[in-house]
């Protein structure tokens, strides 16, 4: 999860050919993705603290399955 978050973070925000977004935005954009994932990372490692393990399971997930369906997009951004 930690790994997850970590890419999520690095890598966001990710821009479209449709809409770029400049740098100011992309700023911004990076310190809410930044807040908003060390958030449910906190929630995550909570839950599991409190033996709520389905829980912590679901927001692990969430955070590791948003990091995997970003890997291709940051890899064809790479390539170009």
């Known amino acids: 999860m930690i790994g ?3 890419s999520v973070i690095i890598c ?3 821009d479209h050919e449709n ?3 400049d740098k100011e935005e992309k ?3 990076k310190r809410i993705t930044a807040r908003i994932t060390t958030i449910w ?3 995550s490692v909570l839950s599991m603290w409190r033996r709520m393990e389905v829980v912590s ?3 692990s997930l969430g955070i590791l399955l948003t990091a995997v369906l970003q890997t291709p997009c940051v890899i ?3 390539k170009n």
């Open 4 to 6: 997850g978050g970590i």
């Open 12 to 14: 966001s925000p990710i």
């Open 19 to 21: 809409k770029r977004i």
């Open 27 to 29: 700023r911004e954009f």
């Open 41 to 43: 990372m906190i929630l």
């Open 57 to 59: 399971i679901c927001i």
């Open 76 to 78: 064809s951004r790479r």
